[in-house]
C-alpha cells in the first residue's frame, strides 16, 4: 500500500522526486549514460511524468542542477588589486565545478549547445548565469569581469578602457574555463591562478 501511494504522488511533491532521482544518477551514473528509464525506477515513476515536465534528458539535468547545486550570495570582489579580483572572480565557480563533475558539466554544455539553433532550445546566455543575475545580463563571468576591470583602469593598474575591449578578451576567462572542461582537466584554485598569472594578466594589461 505504500508503494500505492508513491505512485500517487502529483505536483510538487512528484517534481522534486524525478529532481533529486535525477541528481542522485547525475553524481553516482553520470549525465552521459543517465536515461530517462532510470529517472523513472530511481523517482518510482513512469516517463510520462517525467515528459510531462521536461521533454528532453537536458531540461530535466539542468532543473536538477538548478535545484540541487547550492549558490552562495556573490558579492564582486574589491581587494585593491586586479590580480587578487580576477582570481577570487574566477574562483567562484571552482566549487560548483566540483560539485557536479568536469566530466558532467563536459556532456551537459555538449548537449546544450546542440540545441541552440532549435525552436525552444537552450538559452546559452541563461545556462551560463548565476541565480544573482538574469538571462538577460548574459554571462556571470564576463559581465563582473568588465566591472572588475573598470576599476582597475580607474586606479590606473590598466592602460586602456575596457569598454574598448575585443569581445574575445573579456569572454576569455569563459574561454579558458571551456578549455578544461573539454579536456577534462582539473580547475581548482591552482588553475585559477595559473590563467590569472600567465594568460589574463598579460593580455588585459597589453591592450
Request: net charge neutral.
Amino acid at each position: 500500500m505504500a508503494e500505492n501511494k508513491v505512485h500517487r504522488r502529483r505536483g510538487k511533491a512528484l517534481e522534486d522526486a524525478i529532481l533529486d532521482a535525477t541528481w542522485q544518477l547525475i553524481q553516482t551514473t553520470g549525465y552521459l549514460n543517465m536515461t530517462m528509464d532510470d529517472i523513472a525506477k530511481s523517482a518510482h515513476t513512469n516517463k510520462n511524468a517525467i515528459y510531462r515536465r521536461w521533454k528532453t534528458k537536458l531540461d530535466v539535468g539542468i532543473a536538477a542542477m538548478r535545484k540541487n547545486v547550492p549558490f552562495q550570495k556573490f558579492y564582486l570582489p574589491d581587494n585593491g588589486n586586479l590580480r587578487a579580483d580576477l582570481i577570487e572572480l574566477l574562483s567562484e565557480s571552482v566549487p560548483t565545478v566540483h560539485l557536479i563533475g568536469i566530466k558532467n558539466i563536459k556532456e551537459i554544455a555538449r548537449d546544450a549547445f546542440k540545441t541552440i539553433n532549435e525552436p525552444g532550445g537552450i538559452n546559452v546566455k541563461q545556462f551560463s548565469t548565476h541565480p544573482d543575475q538574469t538571462p538577460s545580463e548574459g554571462n556571470f563571468i564576463t559581465q563582473n569581469l568588465l566591472k572588475i576591470l573598470k576599476r582597475s583602469f580607474d586606479r590606473n593598474e590598466i592602460e586602456t578602457d575596457p569598454a574598448s575591449f575585443d569581445p574575445t578578451v573579456m569572454n576569455l576567462p569563459l574561454l579558458l574555463m571551456m578549455s578544461r572542461i573539454i579536456g577534462e582537466e582539473a580547475y581548482n584554485l591552482e588553475t585559477v591562478t595559473f590563467f590569472v598569472d600567465k594568460v589574463l594578466l598579460p593580455v588585459f594589461k597589453s591592450q
